[in-house]
């Protein structure tokens, strides 16, 4: 099943397979090692679900919702 990063539920764990948008943000996004293969684990939401706060390859990473929105993951079971 396909989801955006921004409907994850706290505890989800999932794969990233795509990531949306273009230029700038695109890149930041790969730099912070958001790229397809990579297992990313929802570990908070903020009030009103900005920003996230995400562990991804070892580290602890957050994110606005806008960019979370951009991020597509299988979900892991």
Not at 18 to 27: D, M, T
Not at 35 to 53: H, N, S
């Amino acid at each position: 099943m396909i989801k955006l990063l921004s409907e994850f539920a706290i505890g989800e764990k999932g794969i990233v397979k795509a990531v949306a948008g273009e230029g700038r943000i695109r890149r930041r996004l790969f730099d912070m090692g958001v790229t397809p293969g990579a297992e990313i684990l929802l570990r908070k939401k903020a009030p009103f679900a900005d920003p996230l706060e995400i562990t991804l390859r070892g580290y602890e990473l957050t994110l606005r919702k806008t960019e979370a929105e951009l991020v597509s993951l299988e979900v892991k079971a």
